[in-house]
């Protein structure tokens, strides 16, 4: 049993390319020992072997049900072990006691990414289960956002380092392990999980294809790949990066853009982007309406020569309307810091979206589409030809937590330009569907009411039109009155 365990974990990957421009030379060494790893810390046998009881323990103390912290731990004890065995050098601690273990020490920034890199290879062995173990081929994301986000948070000074500065990912700065834990707490609490994720989903693969764990002749050439990146503001990293704060559905489909094996599975659930389907509201609305589920908005701008992507999470669709609506959301620093900003549960002003509608009105509300803040004072706002962006302090919102949205944020509301708006559906395939046919209804309607039925015509020299066209041309015609 504990050879079939070694076969079971074991986990060779190349990678030919990578979205990251810093590529961390011991990482490939890293993973060939990631299953070893996880056999030395959980599925120890005694002089008897793996049985049963020993079995359900070891996967106990690994996949059962405990706090994040516990988990983010049995990540970290499987990653320093993992690094050890690769032959590098780590500045985690592991103080193992009788009942416990506390882990103390820091990490470098080079050591979170390849921590990060890790998880995301595991996250998607999880999601492919019939990968080949010897020569799979990876495309490694780029996930630099999540390195610079923990960085600014726990590096002493780190709120004023210069994040577009590219030496900052090879430099020796301190990550200390409590600030780390904290950091995960609050920013990615479901990192931990893809841990879990892997071992069960290898044991349950072992379990119903016992064939596939037994290595080949045949299999050694072949090999499983990741798409290349694609030109998407939701890159596989920053989509990957946002699946680690959501939950069930949204975080599956969210997982389907990580990792989708080509183009057009990426394209599945989006629902707009600017430079495809035209900027401003109207083409904006044409695309969005009808989708009743959750929805990411990612807008990419620049403001003072830097560029920068934030995003806005709504759990239920968008709705013309002059107020704001909306039962939660959430809004996300993207790029180059990642950042998630939860609800404050003080108000309720999650989404504004209004489209102009003809007519005369008194008091005009602003045309556009905003998130948190209120009318006149939004936190976020981008007007209707999706050109200008104003994105405004926290202090005028109290939808959403504190935090800033983009690198060096004042005080003063600041005005960016729009590059790039997408829209990413995240309800599935039925809401996906019930918006499908909610656009053919409208599209059926437009075009029935564009239809003239001549059969509703009477004759035309009898019709009080040809009457009137008449009165106009000559008014002064004598017309005789019939009786």
């Not at 986990?11 to 990631?34: G, Q, T, V």
């Not at 659930?269 to 389907?277: F, G, I, P, Q, T």
């Not at 039962?327 to 180059?336: C, D, E, F, R, V």
């Not at 708006?421 to 499908?436: F, I, R, S």
Request: net charge negative.
């Amino acid at each position: 049993m504990l050879l079939c365990f070694q076969e079971c974990f074991k986990l060779s990957i190349d990678y030919p390319n990578c979205e990251a421009s810093f590529k961390p030379e011991s990482f490939p060494a890293l993973l060939n020992h990631l299953g070893p790893s996880i056999l030395d810390h959980f599925f120890i046998s005694d002089k008897d072997g793996l049985n049963w009881i020993t079995f359900l323990n070891s996967y106990t103390k690994c996949c059962g049900r405990m706090p994040t912290s516990n988990s983010l731990n049995n990540l970290l004890k499987v990653f320093g072990s993992a690094v050890v065995k690769s032959g590098a050098t780590t500045g985690m601690q592991i103080e193992s006691t009788d009942a416990d273990y506390k882990i103390n020490g820091y990490l470098l920034p080079a050591d979170l990414l390849m921590l990060l890199w890790m998880c995301w290879v595991m996250s998607w062995s999880s999601r492919n289960r019939q990968m080949v173990k010897e020569n799979a081929m990876f495309g490694l994301p780029d996930v630099n956002n999540l390195v610079l986000s923990a960085v600014s948070s726990c590096v002493e000074g780190g709120a004023e380092l210069n994040v577009w500065d590219d030496g900052i990912l090879g430099s020796d700065r301190q990550i200390p392990i409590g600030k780390l834990h904290v950091w995960v707490l609050k920013t990615v609490p479901n990192l931990p999980e893809c841990l879990v994720q892997f071992v069960h989903s290898r044991i349950s693969n072992s379990a119903s294809q016992q064939d596939v764990l037994e290595p080949s002749s045949s299999s050694s050439g072949d090999s499983h790949s990741i798409a290349p990146s694609n030109n998407y503001l939701l890159t596989p990293g920053r989509a990957w990066s946002v699946s680690l704060t959501l939950r069930s559905t949204m975080r599956d489909e969210m997982l389907k853009t990580c990792f989708a094996p080509d183009a057009a599975e990426v394209k599945e659930n989006l629902l707009y982007r600017s430079s495809l389907h035209g900027k401003g509201l109207s083409r904006f609305w044409s695309n969005v309406e009808g989708y009743n589920g959750p929805i990411l908005v990612v807008i990419s701008a620049t403001s003072e020569d830097h560029s920068w992507s934030i995003g806005a999470l709504t759990h239920q669709g968008f709705v013309n309307k002059d107020t704001f609506y909306g039962t939660s959301g959430s809004l996300y620093a993207i790029s180059p810091v990642f950042n998630h900003l939860t609800s404050s549960g003080k108000e309720k002003n999650f989404v504004y979206s209004h489209l102009h509608v003809p007519g005369y009105e008194a008091k005009p509300k602003p045309v556009g589409i905003a998130f948190g803040g209120s009318i006149g004072n939004e936190r976020i706002f981008m007007d209707e030809d999706f050109s200008k962006l104003i994105v405004r302090h926290h202090a005028y919102d109290k939808t959403y937590q504190s935090g800033a949205l983009f690198p060096n944020q004042g005080y003063l509301p600041t005005e960016a330009h729009v590059l790039e708006v997408e829209v990413w559906g995240l309800g599935g395939e039925k809401v996906k569907e019930a918006q499908n046919m909610f656009l053919k209804r409208e599209l059926l309607f437009t075009e029935q009411r564009r239809k003239v039925d001549l059969k509703t015509f009477s004759n035309w020299e009898d019709s009080p039109e040809k009457m009137m066209m008449d009165m106009v041309s000559n008014p002064n015609a004598v017309r005789r009155e019939e009786r």
